[in-house]
């Protein structure tokens, strides 16, 4: 009898795709490194330093003995009642400290929500264009994506019509993420309380991810789907971090609010997976939450100067259209117009082949649409230096005038 060699890597992991966002970034600073003048437009971060008190409690925190031992592995109770304060403050609406479990960055959070609440073959629906980890962390879960594309012309938006012409008896939940990664478009409250009736009336979960919940734009306004539709709390769990509000991507620290059942098995999971998040990060997360939204104030101003350049400038590009992003900080244009053009001698037929030429050309770097659903799009993280971005962008104008 002839046994079967075994395959290495499993079949669950060998089926993930990596971070497209993170290769870019990667790429980007790799060049930089070797002296290249490359501009990039790639990562998903604040280019602010963490504000200078959030350092200090940090500090403080490694100071302690206490801080240098394991502790409980849903969270420090500070930091849980911290967040559920600042979720009446923010979103205002009450929760229960015990119904928040503290994670290693939103990221985990997203992955245990998945965990938590998916069976092989139940299916989520997934608004598209997408955050490229939803996928991921739903496949490893056993779920299966449906994914519901929404394009330039609907600003990037589902509307309950596509969202219920999707539902099927397999339908478990819903992915809702306002303002959007990768598409900075915000729900109106309006649409987010139909949205939230849908998943009401037919059972279906919601998981929210509301990470850039400050980072609002215009006459854009928050809307917190569990405020909105108080009913849905019972089958919602609510994603959120302190990474983008305080400039504070490295310091990994997340949370997930949910029912006590879902919260209870998260946590359960997560005690074995991670204990509990690094105490002094969790410590610098205390001060940042319960302290003031100045620094997000500053920022938000910043970002929100260069969305206009970075809007105005990209709307110039022939072939370019550019819904205006009300929230977080990218910029999403469909660039189907370019595509099938000669750029430089080379052809390019998909986004991700737009996004190699400009890379290779004016040493640009954008994250293609492939990485968070259909081609025919680009990402551009407006988070970085003014210069930078102008001068950024005119090299991609430059280049693209060239096509033809
Ligand atoms: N949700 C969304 C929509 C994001 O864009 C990110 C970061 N890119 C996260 C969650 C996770 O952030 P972190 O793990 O850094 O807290």
Known sequence: MTTQPRSRVSARLAAITPSATLAVDAKAKALKAQGRPVIGFGAGEPDFPTPDYIVQAAIEAAQEPAMHRYTPAAGLPALRKAVAEKTLRDSGYEVDPATVLITNGGKQAVFQAFAALLDPDDEVILPTPYWTTYPEAIKLAGGITVPVFAGADQGYKVTVEQLEAARTPRTKLLLH??????????YTPEETTAIGQ?????????????????????????AHIVRLVPELADQTVVLNGVAKTY????????????????????????SHL????????????IAAVSGPL????DMRAAFDRRRRTIVSMLSEIDGFEVPVPKGAFYAYPSVKGVLGRTIRGRVASTS????????????????????????????????LADDDLAEGVGRIQELLAEAH
């Open 352 to 383: 991700a082949e737009l996004a190699e030429i400009i890379l290779s050309e004016v040493e640009v770097a954008v994250v293609p649409g492939e990485a968070f659903g259909p081609s025919g799009f680009l990402r551009l993280s407006y988070a």
């Open 247 to 270: 400039a504070m991507t490295g310091w990994r620290v997340g949370w997930m609010i949910g029912p006590q059942d879902i919260i209870k098995a998260a946590t359960s999971f997560q």
């Open 198 to 222: 849908w998943a009401l009336e037919h059972g279906i979960w919601v998981v929210t991810d509301e990470i850039y919940e400050h980072l609002l734009y215009d006459d854009a306004q928050p």
């Open 177 to 186: 993420c306002s303002p959007s990664n990768p598409t900075g478009a915000v």
């Open 274 to 285: 991670t204990s509990n998040v690094n105490n002094i990060a969790q410590r610098a997360a």
């Open 294 to 297: 100045d620094a997000v104030a």
